[in-house]
Protein backbone atom coordinates (compact mmCIF):
# COMPACT_ATOMS: atom_id res chain seq x y z
CA UNK A 1 0.00 0.00 0.00
CA UNK A 2 1.49 3.63 -1.00
CA UNK A 3 2.52 6.15 1.24
CA UNK A 4 -0.02 8.92 2.30
CA UNK A 5 -0.08 12.37 0.26
CA UNK A 6 1.64 14.76 1.62
CA UNK A 7 -0.83 17.08 4.06
CA UNK A 8 -1.71 20.48 2.50
CA UNK A 9 -0.62 23.62 3.73
CA UNK A 10 -2.96 25.16 6.07
CA UNK A 11 -6.75 24.50 5.29
CA UNK A 12 -6.82 24.15 1.63
CA UNK A 13 -8.79 21.51 0.86
CA UNK A 14 -7.61 19.64 -2.05
CA UNK A 15 -8.40 16.33 -4.50
CA UNK A 16 -6.61 12.81 -3.46
CA UNK A 17 -3.84 12.31 -6.44
CA UNK A 18 -5.51 8.93 -6.99
CA UNK A 19 -8.80 8.11 -5.08
CA UNK A 20 -10.95 11.01 -6.27
CA UNK A 21 -12.10 9.87 -9.65
CA UNK A 22 -13.75 12.22 -12.32
CA UNK A 23 -16.06 9.76 -12.78
CA UNK A 24 -16.75 8.88 -8.97
CA UNK A 25 -20.33 9.03 -7.89
CA UNK A 26 -19.95 10.30 -4.04
CA UNK A 27 -17.50 13.06 -2.42
CA UNK A 28 -16.32 12.07 0.59
CA UNK A 29 -13.81 14.38 2.59
CA UNK A 30 -11.41 13.45 5.73
CA UNK A 31 -9.44 16.17 6.98
CA UNK A 32 -8.40 18.72 4.20
CA UNK A 33 -8.50 15.39 1.51
CA UNK A 34 -11.37 15.14 -0.92
CA UNK A 35 -12.43 11.75 -2.24
CA UNK A 36 -14.14 10.86 -5.58
CA UNK A 37 -14.72 7.34 -4.89
CA UNK A 38 -17.92 5.42 -6.40
CA UNK A 39 -20.72 3.98 -4.17
CA UNK A 40 -21.09 0.51 -5.50
CA UNK A 41 -17.86 -0.14 -4.32
CA UNK A 42 -18.46 0.87 -0.67
CA UNK A 43 -20.18 -2.24 0.14
CA UNK A 44 -21.40 -1.84 3.35
CA UNK A 45 -24.87 -1.87 5.79
CA UNK A 46 -22.72 2.12 7.26
CA UNK A 47 -22.42 3.23 4.16
CA UNK A 48 -25.55 2.32 2.33
CA UNK A 49 -27.19 3.81 5.57
CA UNK A 50 -25.15 7.17 4.94
CA UNK A 51 -25.93 7.20 1.25
CA UNK A 52 -29.63 7.17 2.01
CA UNK A 53 -29.51 9.51 4.90
CA UNK A 54 -32.21 12.61 3.62
CA UNK A 55 -31.21 15.59 2.21
CA UNK A 56 -30.28 18.75 4.69
CA UNK A 57 -31.70 22.30 4.13
CA UNK A 58 -28.54 22.50 2.26
CA UNK A 59 -29.27 19.47 0.08
CA UNK A 60 -27.65 16.36 -0.12
CA UNK A 61 -24.59 15.56 0.96
CA UNK A 62 -21.78 13.48 -1.08
CA UNK A 63 -22.86 14.85 -5.08
CA UNK A 64 -20.03 17.50 -5.45
CA UNK A 65 -16.76 19.43 -3.40
CA UNK A 66 -18.92 22.07 -1.87
CA UNK A 67 -20.94 19.44 0.36
CA UNK A 68 -19.12 16.16 0.27
CA UNK A 69 -19.95 13.34 3.17
CA UNK A 70 -17.45 14.41 6.05
CA UNK A 71 -16.15 11.30 7.91
CA UNK A 72 -15.15 11.99 11.52
CA UNK A 73 -12.32 10.39 13.23
CA UNK A 74 -10.97 8.95 10.10
CA UNK A 75 -6.72 10.26 8.97
CA UNK A 76 -6.16 10.48 5.65
CA UNK A 77 -3.59 7.32 5.99
CA UNK A 78 -6.53 5.07 7.43
CA UNK A 79 -8.82 5.97 4.48
CA UNK A 80 -6.29 5.98 1.82
CA UNK A 81 -5.06 2.23 3.22
CA UNK A 82 -8.99 0.90 3.61
CA UNK A 83 -9.45 2.51 -0.44
CA UNK A 84 -6.61 0.75 -1.28
CA UNK A 85 -8.27 -2.47 -0.16
CA UNK A 86 -11.49 -1.77 -1.55
CA UNK A 87 -10.12 -1.09 -5.33
CA UNK A 88 -7.27 -3.57 -5.02
CA UNK A 89 -8.28 -6.24 -2.96
CA UNK A 90 -5.70 -8.83 -4.69
CA UNK A 91 -2.42 -6.55 -5.20
CA UNK A 92 0.20 -8.52 -3.75
CA UNK A 93 2.14 -8.43 -0.64
CA UNK A 94 4.01 -7.30 1.30
CA UNK A 95 1.68 -4.99 3.20
CA UNK A 96 2.88 -2.64 6.48
CA UNK A 97 1.80 -3.82 9.74
CA UNK A 98 0.10 -0.32 10.15
CA UNK A 99 -1.91 -0.52 6.72
CA UNK A 100 -3.48 -3.48 7.99
CA UNK A 101 -4.03 -2.46 11.07
CA UNK A 102 -6.28 0.85 9.47
CA UNK A 103 -8.15 -1.68 7.35
CA UNK A 104 -8.86 -3.91 10.17
CA UNK A 105 -10.21 -0.81 12.48
CA UNK A 106 -12.09 0.67 9.44
CA UNK A 107 -13.12 -2.35 8.29
CA UNK A 108 -14.77 -2.96 12.34
CA UNK A 109 -15.77 0.28 12.01
CA UNK A 110 -17.99 -0.05 8.83
CA UNK A 111 -19.20 -3.09 9.74
CA UNK A 112 -17.45 -4.98 6.32
CA UNK A 113 -16.36 -8.48 7.30
CA UNK A 114 -13.69 -8.93 4.43
CA UNK A 115 -11.59 -6.38 4.96
CA UNK A 116 -11.42 -7.16 8.84
CA UNK A 117 -10.66 -11.21 7.27
CA UNK A 118 -8.11 -10.13 4.86
CA UNK A 119 -6.33 -7.97 7.64
CA UNK A 120 -6.38 -10.39 10.12
CA UNK A 121 -5.25 -13.43 7.56
CA UNK A 122 -2.53 -11.26 6.71
CA UNK A 123 -1.31 -10.29 10.03
CA UNK A 124 -1.52 -13.54 11.12
CA UNK A 125 0.88 -14.97 8.13
CA UNK A 126 3.43 -11.95 9.20
CA UNK A 127 6.41 -12.88 11.76
CA UNK A 128 6.56 -10.25 14.54
CA UNK A 129 8.66 -9.85 17.66
CA UNK A 130 6.62 -11.33 20.19
CA UNK A 131 5.91 -7.57 21.59
CA UNK A 132 5.17 -6.00 18.54
CA UNK A 133 2.39 -9.07 18.29
CA UNK A 134 1.15 -8.58 21.32
CA UNK A 135 0.78 -4.20 20.81
CA UNK A 136 -0.96 -5.57 17.61
CA UNK A 137 -3.24 -8.12 19.44
CA UNK A 138 -4.16 -5.81 22.56
CA UNK A 139 -5.00 -3.24 19.95
CA UNK A 140 -7.22 -5.16 17.55
CA UNK A 141 -8.63 -7.45 21.17
CA UNK A 142 -7.23 -10.51 19.12
CA UNK A 143 -7.25 -12.76 22.54
CA UNK A 144 -5.50 -15.89 20.02
CA UNK A 145 -2.29 -13.84 19.62
CA UNK A 146 -1.48 -13.19 23.43
CA UNK A 147 -0.83 -17.21 25.02
CA UNK A 148 1.96 -17.40 22.02
CA UNK A 149 3.38 -14.01 21.66
CA UNK A 150 3.66 -14.03 25.73
CA UNK A 151 4.87 -17.63 26.20
CA UNK A 152 7.76 -16.15 23.40
CA UNK A 153 8.55 -13.12 26.18
CA UNK A 154 9.02 -15.19 28.83
CA UNK A 155 11.90 -17.12 27.37
CA UNK A 156 13.50 -13.88 26.05
CA UNK A 157 16.18 -12.63 28.58
CA UNK A 158 14.93 -8.99 29.65
CA UNK A 159 18.28 -7.55 28.09
CA UNK A 160 17.17 -8.48 25.18
CA UNK A 161 14.19 -6.10 25.10
CA UNK A 162 14.24 -2.70 24.19
CA UNK A 163 12.50 0.35 25.25
CA UNK A 164 10.38 0.38 21.90
CA UNK A 165 9.42 -3.21 23.02
CA UNK A 166 8.60 -2.23 26.83
CA UNK A 167 6.17 0.64 24.98
CA UNK A 168 4.76 -2.32 22.84
CA UNK A 169 3.58 -4.09 25.34
CA UNK A 170 2.92 -1.30 28.02
CA UNK A 171 3.42 -1.31 31.45
CA UNK A 172 0.90 -3.68 32.58
CA UNK A 173 2.13 -6.57 30.22
CA UNK A 174 5.77 -5.94 31.01
CA UNK A 175 5.17 -5.68 34.92
CA UNK A 176 2.90 -9.27 34.76
CA UNK A 177 5.64 -10.64 32.38
CA UNK A 178 8.42 -9.26 34.85
CA UNK A 179 6.94 -11.42 37.87
CA UNK A 180 6.27 -14.60 35.74
CA UNK A 181 9.96 -14.39 34.57
CA UNK A 182 10.92 -14.11 38.27
CA UNK A 183 8.75 -17.12 39.33
CA UNK A 184 9.69 -19.33 36.66
CA UNK A 185 13.65 -18.15 37.34
CA UNK A 186 12.40 -19.51 41.46
CA UNK A 187 11.02 -22.55 40.48
CA UNK A 188 14.24 -23.26 38.09
CA UNK A 189 16.43 -22.78 41.14
CA UNK A 190 14.28 -24.87 43.28
CA UNK A 191 14.14 -27.67 40.69
CA UNK A 192 18.33 -27.61 40.07
CA UNK A 193 18.60 -27.62 43.85
CA UNK A 194 15.70 -30.39 45.14
CA UNK A 195 16.07 -33.44 43.31
CA UNK A 196 13.63 -35.56 43.25
CA UNK A 197 12.75 -38.66 45.98
CA UNK A 198 13.94 -41.98 44.93
CA UNK A 199 10.47 -43.87 46.30
CA UNK A 200 10.90 -46.86 44.12
CA UNK A 201 13.70 -49.39 45.84
CA UNK A 202 15.35 -51.72 43.17
CA UNK A 203 14.84 -55.26 44.67
CA UNK A 204 18.69 -55.37 43.73
CA UNK A 205 19.47 -52.21 46.14
CA UNK A 206 20.95 -52.81 48.95
CA UNK A 207 21.94 -49.30 49.96
CA UNK A 208 18.57 -47.11 49.24
CA UNK A 209 20.27 -43.91 51.04
CA UNK A 210 23.68 -44.54 48.62
CA UNK A 211 21.22 -44.60 45.84
CA UNK A 212 19.40 -41.56 46.74
CA UNK A 213 22.84 -40.12 47.74
CA UNK A 214 24.22 -40.72 43.89
CA UNK A 215 20.92 -39.65 42.26
CA UNK A 216 21.27 -36.14 44.18
CA UNK A 217 24.85 -35.76 43.59
CA UNK A 218 24.04 -36.60 39.77
CA UNK A 219 20.95 -34.61 39.27
CA UNK A 220 22.36 -31.44 40.36
CA UNK A 221 25.53 -31.94 38.53
CA UNK A 222 23.60 -33.15 35.18
CA UNK A 223 20.53 -31.94 35.75
CA UNK A 224 20.55 -28.55 37.85
CA UNK A 225 23.34 -27.23 35.78
CA UNK A 226 21.59 -27.55 32.86
CA UNK A 227 18.37 -25.91 34.18
CA UNK A 228 20.63 -23.02 35.30
CA UNK A 229 23.07 -22.63 32.56
CA UNK A 230 23.24 -18.80 31.61
CA UNK A 231 22.74 -18.79 28.31
CA UNK A 232 20.58 -21.75 27.33
CA UNK A 233 19.26 -22.93 30.28
CA UNK A 234 17.19 -26.56 29.88
CA UNK A 235 13.58 -25.74 29.29
CA UNK A 236 11.11 -27.33 31.72
CA UNK A 237 9.37 -29.15 28.87
CA UNK A 238 12.98 -30.70 28.37
CA UNK A 239 13.54 -32.24 31.41
CA UNK A 240 12.28 -35.25 30.67
CA UNK A 241 13.94 -35.96 27.83
CA UNK A 242 17.32 -34.91 29.57
CA UNK A 243 16.78 -37.23 32.65
CA UNK A 244 16.37 -39.88 30.41
CA UNK A 245 19.72 -39.24 28.49
CA UNK A 246 21.54 -38.87 31.45
CA UNK A 247 23.99 -41.90 32.50
CA UNK A 248 23.09 -42.77 36.29
CA UNK A 249 26.24 -44.53 37.51
CA UNK A 250 25.80 -45.79 40.89
CA UNK A 251 22.35 -45.59 40.89
CA UNK A 252 19.78 -49.17 40.68
CA UNK A 253 18.08 -49.27 37.14
CA UNK A 254 14.58 -49.98 39.28
CA UNK A 255 15.17 -46.84 41.59
CA UNK A 256 15.66 -44.50 38.70
CA UNK A 257 13.11 -46.15 36.64
CA UNK A 258 10.52 -45.73 39.80
CA UNK A 259 11.61 -42.09 39.74
CA UNK A 260 11.38 -41.26 35.83
CA UNK A 261 8.31 -42.61 36.16
CA UNK A 262 7.23 -40.49 38.80
CA UNK A 263 8.72 -37.15 36.50
CA UNK A 264 6.55 -38.30 33.93
CA UNK A 265 3.11 -38.72 36.06
CA UNK A 266 3.87 -34.96 37.53
CA UNK A 267 5.85 -33.51 34.47
CA UNK A 268 7.44 -30.34 35.28
CA UNK A 269 4.63 -28.07 34.74
CA UNK A 270 5.26 -25.32 37.13
CA UNK A 271 6.31 -23.17 34.22
CA UNK A 272 3.41 -23.55 31.87
CA UNK A 273 1.19 -22.88 35.26
CA UNK A 274 2.84 -19.38 35.23
CA UNK A 275 2.33 -18.44 32.18
CA UNK A 276 -1.50 -19.84 32.16
CA UNK A 277 -1.90 -17.50 35.09
CA UNK A 278 -0.20 -14.65 34.00
CA UNK A 279 -1.90 -14.80 30.63
CA UNK A 280 -5.18 -14.95 32.58
CA UNK A 281 -4.36 -11.68 34.06
CA UNK A 282 -4.17 -10.41 30.67
CA UNK A 283 -6.55 -12.18 28.74
CA UNK A 284 -9.63 -9.32 29.46
CA UNK A 285 -7.35 -5.99 27.58
CA UNK A 286 -7.33 -8.57 24.68
CA UNK A 287 -10.55 -9.74 24.26
CA UNK A 288 -13.09 -8.31 21.51
CA UNK A 289 -15.42 -5.37 22.66
CA UNK A 290 -18.11 -8.10 22.49
CA UNK A 291 -17.04 -9.21 25.58
CA UNK A 292 -18.16 -6.08 27.53
CA UNK A 293 -14.64 -5.29 29.11
CA UNK A 294 -13.35 -1.71 28.15
CA UNK A 295 -9.50 -2.15 29.62
CA UNK A 296 -7.03 0.74 28.30
CA UNK A 297 -5.50 0.16 25.25
CA UNK A 298 -1.83 0.65 24.78
Not at 12 to 40: C, Q, S, W
Not at 201 to 217: L, M, T
Not at 276 to 286: F, R, T
Amino acid sequence: MEAAQRAPAASAVVHHERYYFPAGTVVIKVGHVLYRPHRDILDSEVFHHMFSMPPGDSGAEGLDDVRPITLAFVTTRQFEDFLDFVYRPWSPPPYSVDSLINLYELGKMWLMDDAMAFARSQLDSMTLHPARRLQVARLLRVEAWLAPAFRQLVTMPLRDLTLEHGRQIGLETYQILTKAKDGIERERRLAAAKPPMLDVQDVECEDHRRCQSNWNVLWKRKVGAALLHPDTPLAFAQVLDHVQSVEWVDVFTGCRDGAIEKLEANGFVRDNEIIQQAVSLLSPYYQSDDSGFRGPRI
